[in-house]
């Protein structure tokens, strides 16, 4: 499968590795074709991937993963051109995180309003999948990286749409649990998980940890 991908720092580099290492092409976009992290990304991946700008990551990819920087996504998608989403399923896994004022982070939405509507809202005939945001990088490929049954939170509005990434997070990146929360307002939620996940990474001194979701029977 032809694979976009949006955004060269750690997220985008390894989900991009994992897809390329799954056999799909896969295009990284940036601000610039000839971007420098794009391109030391493309000789460590090898066959099957790929760099150009925003424009050309979207236009490629049948998918495409938004894994831009938060508070840029919306520049990065207009960058990207609307119309070379139109129809394709969009994984948002950005979060909204504004190291403005140091850290810890704030968020730069929250509470009435989220980045994954932002993004559907961009994106109006695009079918926007919010998941993987509430994890470390390496665990979102890797999630036996952490044993035990833990969980991952998906939500968007078009039910096929959430149906095939799920299929993704369970057959291509090994997730055994998927819960899915409902429609994109549901982003809310999984965004605003961010603040905690910053003090138990403090707390526990690594990122190697995740959520599971007992409930009575």
Same mark, same amino acid.
């Given at each position: 499968?032809?694979?976009?991908?949006?955004?060269?720092?750690?997220?985008?580099?390894?989900?991009?590795?994992?897809?390329? +290492? /799954? #056999?799909?092409? *896969?295009?990284?976009?940036?601000?610039? @074709?000839?971007?420098? %992290?794009?391109?030391?990304? =493309?000789?460590?991946?090898?066959?099957?991937?790929?760099?150009?700008?925003?424009?050309?990551?979207?236009?490629?990819?049948?998918?495409?993963?938004?894994?831009?920087?938060?508070?840029?996504?919306?520049?990065?998608?207009?960058?990207?051109?609307?119309?070379?989403?139109?129809?394709?399923?969009?994984?948002?896994?950005?979060?909204?995180?504004?190291?403005?004022?140091?850290?810890?982070?704030?968020?730069?939405?929250?509470?009435?309003? +989220? /980045? #994954?509507?932002? *993004?559907?809202?961009?994106?109006?005939? @695009?079918?926007?999948? %919010?998941?993987?945001?509430? =994890?470390?990088?390496?665990?979102?490929?890797?999630?036996?990286?952490?044993?035990?049954?833990?969980?991952?939170?998906?939500?968007?509005?078009?039910?096929?749409?959430?149906?095939?990434?799920?299929?993704?997070?369970?057959?291509?990146?090994?997730?055994?649990?998927?819960?899915?929360?409902?429609?994109?307002?549901?982003?809310?939620?999984?965004?605003?998980?961010?603040?905690?996940?910053?003090?138990?990474?403090?707390?526990?001194?690594?990122?190697?940890?995740?959520?599971?979701?007992?409930?009575?029977?």
């Amino acid at each position: 499968m032809k694979i976009g991908i949006l955004g060269t720092g750690m997220v985008g580099n390894t989900v991009g590795g994992k897809l390329v +290492s /799954l #056999g799909h092409e *896969v295009k990284m976009g940036s601000r610039s @074709a000839t971007n420098e %992290k794009a391109a030391a990304w =493309v000789a460590q991946a090898g066959k099957g991937a790929s760099q150009g700008t925003f424009a050309d990551a979207a236009s490629f990819g049948e998918i495409v993963f938004n894994c831009s920087n938060g508070v840029a996504t919306l520049d990065v998608l207009q960058q990207a051109g609307p119309k070379n989403f139109a129809g394709k399923i969009v994984v948002d896994i950005a979060n909204p995180l504004d190291f403005s004022k140091g850290f810890p982070p704030s968020l730069s939405v929250c509470n009435t309003d +989220s /980045l #994954g509507e932002q *993004v559907q809202r961009a994106l109006p005939d @695009a079918k926007v999948v %919010k998941t993987l945001n509430t =994890v470390n990088t390496y665990v979102m490929v890797d999630p036996a990286r952490i044993p035990g049954d833990h969980d991952m939170f998906l939500c968007g509005n078009d039910g096929e749409a959430k149906n095939r990434v799920a299929q993704i997070l369970r057959e291509w990146f090994g997730w055994k649990h998927v819960i899915d929360l409902g429609d994109i307002t549901q982003a809310r939620g999984t965004e605003m998980w961010l603040p905690l996940w910053v003090r138990l990474y403090g707390a526990l001194q690594t990122a190697d940890f995740n959520i599971h979701v007992v409930r009575a029977t």
